[in-house]
């Protein structure tokens, strides 16, 4: 079975850096994926990893360490808009077919 | 990328009737899915559609209730059937862009059953 647990509410200051952890226990890894939701939108894209390591781009990063289970997305110079909520979701391929489970999100709440 | 529409983007349902979504994709792409997210909660898969064979239903989720179709690479429906409030929540359509290892989502269709 998949598990993948991130905190649920996190509030930070306009300015700052803030990181989002997301733990993941998967039965098959193929990959993480980093989603932006804000309220009452569909989710839009940020970040992929597949291999070990940090990928940036631009005020957004994001970490992969797949011995450890476990991802971050860090997010610099925070601004008012960037309160969302943010989805760590898993990419497995079990039985041959894709399939791409999210976690509960953590709500980011940008405060001046 | 995949520019991906929803109808309708939202409607109200009355206990007991069935309401078919349907997802449109501006490319041919191979996997498209269907979430269901229900209020404060996170995205749930209910099944994987591919063209030219049966959709994959996650545990939990039946093609009794939820049939779903996939007539071509850039079309699919899902169909509420029978429905209770329970079943009132945001529906999305989703799809893997290939080129990219990416997944793109519509913009979802809010479904209200009274």
């Known amino acids: 079975g998949q598990n993948i647990d991130q905190p649920t509410e996190m509030t930070a200051t306009e300015g700052a850096i803030v990181q989002i952890n997301c733990t993941y226990q998967?039965?098959?890894?193929?990959?993480l994926f980093w989603y932006q939701q804000h309220a009452g939108e569909a989710p839009t894209f940020l970040s992929y990893?597949?291999?070990?390591g940090l990928e940036e781009k631009g005020r957004f990063s994001s970490f992969l360490s797949r011995s450890k289970g476990y991802s971050y997305l860090l997010l610099k110079e925070l601004q008012m808009k960037d309160s969302a909520s943010y989805l760590c979701?898993?990419?497995?391929?079990?039985?041959?077919?894709?399939?791409?489970?999210f976690g509960t999100g953590t709500k980011l709440q940008v405060i001046p | 990328s995949a520019v991906i529409s929803q109808k309708p983007s939202r409607d109200i349902c009355q206990r007991g009737t069935s309401l078919t979504i349907q997802c449109q994709v501006d490319?041919?792409?191979?996997?498209m899915f269907w979430y269901r997210q229900q209020p404060g909660q996170s995205l749930t898969l209910i099944a994987t559609?591919?063209?030219?064979?049966?959709?994959?239903?996650e545990s939990g989720f039946v093609i009794d209730k939820f049939p779903i179709s996939r007539p071509n690479l850039t079309f699919s429906t899902l169909t509420v059937s029978n429905m209770s409030p329970e079943d009132s929540s945001i529906y999305l359509c989703?799809?893997?862009?290939?080129?990219?290892?990416?997944?793109?989502f519509g913009p979802g269709t809010r479904l209200t059953v009274l």
């Open positions: 989703s799809v893997w862009w290939e080129a990219t290892d990416t997944q793109y």
């Open positions: 998967t039965s098959g890894f193929n990959g």
């Open positions: 990893n597949v291999l070990d």
């Open positions: 979701a898993v990419r497995d391929l079990p039985r041959g077919y894709q399939k791409v489970t």
């Open positions: 490319s041919q792409v191979t996997m």
């Open positions: 559609a591919n063209q030219g064979s049966e959709a994959t239903y």
